[in-house]
């Protein structure tokens, strides 16, 4: 509550813009930056990537909106990481606002390492998302 003979103003009407999708190119292979592009499609696709391996609450430098919580799926049984790390990509990536859902989801499973591909709905476009790797 403020004073009532304080100086300053509450600001009820503010402009929210998007952003654009444009962004740094990074090459997964390499593990470099190599360009700026604008395409919608591949900006979506490389923000999932970086959204799905970056582990919520672990750096300081992201939100604790910013990526998706693995570690206690460490050694658990796969009847019970499938349905959870489904719900938790859901999840994450739903936290872009870009992002309407995400559905169609396909496990592949050896041992502990699970390849995910699954369809990611975005304002624009599908986009197929293949073989996002987790080792839980």
């Not at 499938?82 to 990536?93: C, D, F, G, T, W």
């Not at 989801?105 to 996002?132: C, L």
């Given at each position: 509550?403020?004073?009532i003979?304080?100086?300053?103003?509450?600001?009820?009407?503010?402009?929210?813009?998007?952003?654009?999708?444009?962004t740094?190119?990074?090459?997964?292979?390499?593990?470099?930056?190599?360009?700026?592009y604008?395409?919608?499609?591949?900006?979506?696709?490389?923000?999932?990537?970086?959204?799905?391996?970056t582990?919520?609450?672990?750096?300081?430098?992201?939100?604790?909106?910013?990526?998706?919580?693995?570690s206690?799926?460490?050694?658990?049984?796969?009847?019970?990481?499938?349905?959870m790390l489904?719900?938790r990509?859901k999840?994450?990536?739903?936290?872009?606002?870009r992002?309407?859902?995400?559905?169609?989801?396909?496990?592949?499973?050896?041992r502990?390492?699970y390849?995910?591909?699954?369809i990611?709905v975005?304002?624009y476009?599908?986009?197929d998302?293949?073989?996002?790797?987790?080792?839980v």
């Amino acid at each position: 509550m403020l004073p009532i003979n304080s100086n300053y103003e509450i600001l009820g009407k503010y402009e929210t813009r998007e952003q654009t999708s444009i962004t740094y190119r990074f090459d997964r292979e390499n593990k470099r930056i190599v360009a700026v592009y604008d395409d919608y499609v591949e900006s979506v696709r490389q923000a999932v990537y970086l959204i799905l391996n970056t582990e919520r609450y672990e750096h300081v430098m992201y939100s604790w909106n910013y990526g998706v919580e693995l570690s206690d799926l460490f050694g658990r049984e796969k009847q019970y990481v499938v349905p959870m790390l489904q719900s938790r990509i859901k999840e994450a990536l739903l936290r872009d606002d870009r992002i309407l859902n995400v559905t169609d989801f396909e496990f592949n499973i050896k041992r502990s390492v699970y390849s995910v591909s699954f369809i990611v709905v975005t304002k624009y476009y599908n986009i197929d998302i293949k073989d996002v790797i987790f080792n839980v």
